[in-house]
C-alpha cells in the first residue's frame, strides 16, 4: 500500500523535507497532511490517490535499494575484485545476481 509521503513527491516532483515543507501526522486513522508550507497548490486526495500505483512502485524500490544494499558487499572488497578480475567479472559475479535477487519495478 503506498504511503502519503512517497505520493506528495511525485505530486511535487521532487523531494521533501518533511520536517518543515510538509508535516504529514497519522493520528491512528491513516496519515494526512496536517502543514502544507511549500509555494505549490496543496493536493487534493483525489490528485492523491491518482498517485498510488506509482507511489507503490517508489516504496517497492526503495524496499529493493535496501535489501542490495545490505548484501553488497564493502567498496574496499569491490575495488579488490575489479582490480584483480576486471569489471565485467565484477559485474556478472558480484552486482547481477544481487540485483537478479532483488529487481526493481
Do not use: C
Not at 4 to 29: M, S, T, W
Amino acid at each position: 500500500m503506498s504511503n502519503l509521503p512517497n505520493k506528495i513527491r511525485l505530486y511535487l516532483d521532487r523531494e521533501v523535507d518533511f520536517r518543515k515543507d510538509v508535516i504529514v501526522q497519522d493520528d491512528g486513522q491513516g496519515q494526512y497532511i496536517k502543514e502544507w508550507n511549500v509555494s505549490e497548490t496543496k493536493p487534493t486526495d483525489a490528485q492523491l490517490n491518482a498517485l498510488s500505483s506509482q507511489a507503490t512502485v517508489l516504496e517497492n524500490n526503495a524496499i529493493a535499494d535496501a535489501n542490495r544494499k545490505a548484501e553488497f558487499k564493502s567498496v574496499e572488497f569491490q575495488l579488490d575484485y575489479i582490480y584483480h578480475n576486471g569489471i565485467s567479472k565484477w559485474k556478472t559475479d558480484h552486482i547481477k545476481p544481487i540485483k537478479d535477487k532483488y529487481p526493481k519495478e
